[in-house]
């Protein structure tokens, strides 16, 4: 396998990626990388955002580079301000170690005259949108006649968004220009009309295009009637403590009449729209990245450039017109290897597109339940109990108030404190949810199965804690039974269990197969979820190697399946059985 040392690349450029902790060269950097280093001919790369097409032609870019030389000789020309500050970034980043680079960013949006200024300190590489650099241009506040590397990134979104005169003017006058490197995440005609017009001899390199899949990405939907669509939002946003999303709409105004609800309720979420000018657009990117905000809500033009890597979730407000650009916001997840879930909520009318885009997406779309009131206060339950477990004070901390702390709480009962605890946390959550409405537009009607088969709702005691998405259950369960993927419906994987619906005539057949294997080294077990309601809901979060909750606290169960971090002392009884708040 082709290591980051094996790439002879410039020492600088070695030691930059060891320091931002890279470890192996993704597909597209594997391809492309050697290729651009030995011998720098013009290439097509077909890339989406993601993939590390950035330091695929950024490390040789500046492997090439000569630092000696004050001249611009590399031109990176990009969509949007956004990616443009990214790719800069990105450049710096791996540039860190080379003194005397200057990599300078110039964009709409911004003031020209202090671009004017950072262009005279003779950058040898500029990264630019084409509107903005045809600008300075005109104003000779730039010379492209030393050009000898061009690098298009997202090709194809600089002609969606009609710069294909200004690409042709500007590569027209890059007289010195020997390499040209384009790229993009579709190859249509247009993109290979300038390749045509501009380029010699070129190869493609291709991987994850927006039309492949990317198995990463875990794609759910929600059926909810419209007028339920904000509480349905709401509602898997409560249900996910720790989301760190993006959330789409297809209006301006949508995006910002839901993200002033959402404020109001006391989510920490921003708009992000077309509307906004850039210095509160990026105020709005900072906060983000900084986690200081767990959503944002955008519409498709403003989130182009967004280049955030740990994304966790895509929420589709709305499902886009165009298919395609589904595959564009669910791209925002699941990238750099990092897995994720694209939740989209749909009217039962729109049930037809979600099967288009599966067939573009080449991947099942999993229809889950809009979680009830109770599943969304044990889910924030689990949430915060796991936080109180991960929780460090600080040592001065405990120092300084720990006799205080003592003395007030010497005669309280430590289970008592901690139920105490957790209701101030949770009684907000419990206030909204004691008697949530169920969201779920009937889908019972729709799709009905035959006569004397309905299907049965299954318990099994794996959940997220065990590694199981709802993808990687369906395969599992594939894997261990024979049964078609698509006869598994209605999969919810919680914390510690899951649920889901299959044929009522293979459900014996499947709990009686499935409980004689193992996952991960654990036991499996599986029960008929309505017959283990009693349960609490379908068996809910207990391991299959412990007792029941019967006879014991089911807080203290719960606590312990977390991994023993509650010191094995919490008893007491609390959110017993049946009951759950
Ligand atoms: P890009 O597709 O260029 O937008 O890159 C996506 C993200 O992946 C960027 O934030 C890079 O820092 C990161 N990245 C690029 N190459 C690698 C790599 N080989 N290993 C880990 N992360 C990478």
Known sequence: MITFSSLSLREELTQAISDLGFETPTPIQQKVIPQLLSDPIDIIGLAQTGTGKTAAYGLPLLHHVDIAVKHVQCLVLSPTRELCM?????????????????????????????????????????????????????????????????????????????????????????????????FSATMSNEVRGIAKRFMKDWKEFSVATANTTNENIDHQYYVAQHHNRYETLRRLLDFTPGIYGIIFTRTKQDCQEISEKLMKQGYHVSPLHGDMDQKMRSKVMERFKAKQLQCIVATDVAARGIDVNDITHVINYELPDDPEVYTHRSGRTARAGKSGICMSIVSPKQISNIRQIERLVKQKFHKSDIPDGAEVVRKRLFFYMEQIAEAAPKADFAKLYRDSIHEQFAE??????????????????????????????????????????????????????????????????????????????????????????????????????????????????????????????????????????????????DVRSYGNRDGGGSQGGGYKGKKRY
């Open 86 to 182: 990214q790719i800069q970034e990105e450049m710096t980043k791996y540039g860190a170690r080379m003194r005397g680079l200057r990599i300078t960013a110039v964009y709409g949006g911004m003031p020209i005259a202090a671009q004017i200024r950072e262009l005279r300190s003779n950058p040898q590489v500029v990264v630019a949108t084409p509107g903005r650099l045809i600008d300075l241009l005109e104003r000779k506040a730039l010379s492209l006649a030393d050009v000898e590397y061009v690098v298009l990134d997202e090709a194809d979104e600089m002609l969606n968004m009609g710069f294909r005169e200004d690409i042709d003017l500007i590569l027209k006058n890059t007289p010195a220009r020997e390499h040209t490197w384009l």
């Open 412 to 557: 309280v009962d430590k289970d008592e404190l901690i139920r105490k605890l957790i209701w101030l946390q949770l009684k907000d959550t419990i206030d909204i949810y004691q008697d949530a409405e169920d969201l779920n537009a009937g889908y019972d009607n729709r799709e009905k199965p035959a006569r004397g088969n309905r299907s049965a709702r299954l318990f099994i005691n794996l959940g997220e804690k065990d590694g199981l998405t709802t993808q990687k259950l369906i395969q599992f369960i594939t894997e261990s039974v024979d049964i078609d993927e698509n006869a598994i419906e209605r999969v919810t994987v919680r914390d510690l269990s899951s649920f889901f619906n299959v044929p009522g005539n293979t459900a014996e057949y499947i709990v009686e197969t499935l409980s004689s294997k193992k996952f991960k080294g654990r036991k499996v077990r599986l029960e008929d979820a309505e017959q283990s309601k009693g349960g609490g809901g379908g068996g809910g979060e207990y391991r299959g190697n412990r007792p029941k909750p019967s006879s014991g606290p089911r807080f203290s169960g």
